[in-house]
């Protein structure tokens, strides 16, 4: 059985940094992209970028190529999200999901920022 | 950037109804693309894919098609538990884009 089990909830105080993990397990890590996805309070779903494992090659949206980095530890089959420089504009649950077509999603990650 | 456009953005529809909603893109996206629903406080679950392709253990109630660069999921027989936020999402190029969403709630 896929499974993609993310992280526990973030709180970072504005400026700082937080990285958010993506366990995957039930098939070959590296046999498939990592996406990760930004859903705001109330809000819809944005792509921020993807991760290819086995090659460690990225793709970013422009918005969020200074803001996030993406990883991935094949050792440990697991993705990360690094956001950097946190504003409350960062505030949002961030999803990981695989493949091209986001075939099957973690359950999300709540990151809050506040000082 | 490829803007994907849906509609309606919110929904009010009785049981055993038909249900359509559409997503229509500034360019061709081939059939790359899939439709998600994401109920209160879970994470979206992947509906359709290559356009029309239903997903493993996704009723058959639901479907996909698509007329030139307007996709539609259609959901046959409205059942209580297809309540929710409905999305869809091309990925045929960077970056990949969502449809705003469509709010189906039960009349």
């Known amino acids: 059985e896929v499974q993609l089990q993310q992280s526990g909830p973030e709180v970072g105080r504005p400026g700082s940094s937080v990285k958010i993990s993506c366990k995957a397990s039930g098939y070959t890590f590296t046999d498939y992209v990592m996406n990760w996805v930004k859903q705001s309070p109330g809000q819809g779903l944005e792509w921020i970028g993807w991760i290819d494992p086995e090659y460690g090659s990225t793709d970013y949206a422009e918005k969020f190529k200074k803001k996030a980095t993406l990883t991935a530890d094949t050792s440990s089959n697991t993705a990360y999200i690094q956001l950097s420089s946190l504003t409350s504009e960062d505030t949002a649950t961030y999803f990981c999901?695989?493949?091209?077509?986001?075939?099957?999603w973690g359950q999300g990650v709540m990151v809050t920022v506040s000082s | 950037d490829i803007q994907m456009t849906q509609s309606p953005a919110s929904l009010s529809a009785s049981l055993e109804e038909i249900v359509t909603i559409t997503c229509q893109a500034s360019?061709?996206?081939?059939?790359?693309l899939s439709w998600y629903q994401q109920k209160p406080g879970k994470s979206p679950q992947l509906l359709i894919h290559?356009?029309?392709s239903l997903a493993d253990g996704v009723p058959s109630r639901f479907s996909g098609s698509r007329s030139g660069t307007q996709y539609s999921l259609k959901i046959n027989r409205l059942q209580v538990e297809d309540t929710g936020i409905y999305y869809c999402l091309q990925h045929y190029s960077a970056p990949w884009t969502f449809g705003g969403g469509t709010k189906l709630e039960l009349k």
């Open positions: 999901a695989r493949r091209w077509e986001l075939d099957y």
């Open positions: 360019q061709d996206i081939g059939n790359y």
């Open positions: 290559s356009a029309t």
